[in-house]
């Protein structure tokens, strides 16, 4: 598939998924904003995508304040004339269980995420709307903001925060024909190398050259950082341009379109619902299928 002409920025491309974003993009004939805290990083890229014949150029500045967003897309448009692609992919975890969470941990995520999500999106949207010709606002967002996950107030938070911007922007641009959606994807990168379900099967992989195992391709959805970039490649296309509103799935074998909330069970009392009466209806009525959360842990086969 081919970008011919489209200018894409992808936040936190110096490594990992977003490095991954910025060479497909680039691949398929988009010019390519690289953005990184790590200079090195966004030099390293940069170098790397026109050495393969591709266009890019860096802006290192950390993700999260208006300034970077503005400097984000005055880059694009001065090297490159216009805006069209807009991948938030900036982030870091500080993971605690709630009790042991401090108020630099649970900001610092919020800020880079989700804050960071939507100074770059109202920035990208701004140029968008001026240039009047549509545009792809790609914000990433995860298992835990979907479900929740142990340890992960701050990051569960800002991704379904980042959901649910998804859900109201894909309604406010549909006229400027700027489509938004979230990517979920799972990808062996540095964020998710230390996790104890993958760490030894990730290890075992990257030893033998091997790919990785069905039940980790398949099952738990888990693959390489390329694996991911196919999706990110078809939302920035002209085929994907009726796509909007949704929250996509991807990693190793699996591609997704996961849910949204929506009500399971309703039922009605007439003048509303005491507390006596929710208590005598819920266990056979409304709440007889309770929700499951969290992310469910990877079927991992019997040794
Ligand atoms: N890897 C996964 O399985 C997975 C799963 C769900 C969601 N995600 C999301 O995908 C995105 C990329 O994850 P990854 O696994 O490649 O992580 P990673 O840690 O390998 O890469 C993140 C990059 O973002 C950069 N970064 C961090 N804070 C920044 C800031 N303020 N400004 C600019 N750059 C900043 C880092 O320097 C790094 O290069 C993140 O938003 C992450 O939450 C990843």
Redesign the pocket.
């Given at each position: 598939m081919k970008l011919p002409g489209k200018v894409a920025i992808v936040?936190?491309?110096?490594?990992?998924?977003?490095?991954?974003y910025a060479r497909a993009l680039a691949a398929a004939g988009a010019a390519v904003v690289v953005?990184?805290?790590?200079p090195a990083?966004v030099d390293a890229a940069v170098d790397e995508i026109v050495k393969a014949g591709g266009t890019a150029t860096g802006l290192a500045?950390?993700?999260?304040s208006t300034q970077?967003a503005d400097q984000l897309v005055e880059t694009a448009v001065r090297a490159f004339g216009r805006l069209d692609v807009l991948i938030?992919?900036?982030?870091?975890?500080r993971d605690r269980v709630l009790w042991r969470m401090t108020d630099d941990d649970f900001d610092a995520v919020i800020?880079?995420?989700l804050r960071?999500t939507f100074t770059c999106a109202r920035a990208a949207a701004v140029r968008m709307r001026e240039q009047g010709e549509g545009g792809r606002l790609i914000l990433?967002?995860?298992?835990?903001g979907q479900r929740g996950n142990f340890g992960q107030t701050n990051?569960a938070a800002a991704?379904a925060g980042i959901a649910a911007m998804a859900r109201t922007w894909a309604m406010e641009l549909a006229r400027a024909r700027i489509t938004v959606n979230a990517v979920?994807?799972?990808?062996?990168?540095?964020?998710?190398r230390t996790i104890p379900a993958f760490a030894p099967v990730l290890a075992e992989a990257e030893r033998t050259g091997e790919p990785l195992p069905p039940w980790v391709r398949r099952d738990a959805g888990?693959g390489t950082?390329d694996d991911a970039t196919g999706l990110i490649t078809f939302l920035a296309s002209d085929a994907a341009a009726e796509i909007t509103g949704q929250a996509i799935g991807v990693?190793g074998d699996r591609l997704a379109l996961w849910s949204h909330p929506a009500e399971k069970t309703v039922a009605f009392a007439d003048g509303g619902w005491t507390a006596d009466e929710i208590a005598s209806q819920w266990p056979t009525g409304v709440g007889a299928e309770p929700e499951t959360y969290g992310i469910p842990a990877p079927p991992a086969p019997e040794s």
């Open positions: 936040t936190g491309s110096g490594r990992g998924l977003g490095l991954g953005n990184d805290l790590d990083a500045a950390e993700v999260g970077t938030t992919n900036a982030g870091i975890l800020r880079v995420h960071g990433v967002a995860s298992p835990a990051y991704k979920v994807p799972v990808a062996a990168t540095e964020m998710t888990l950082v990693g």
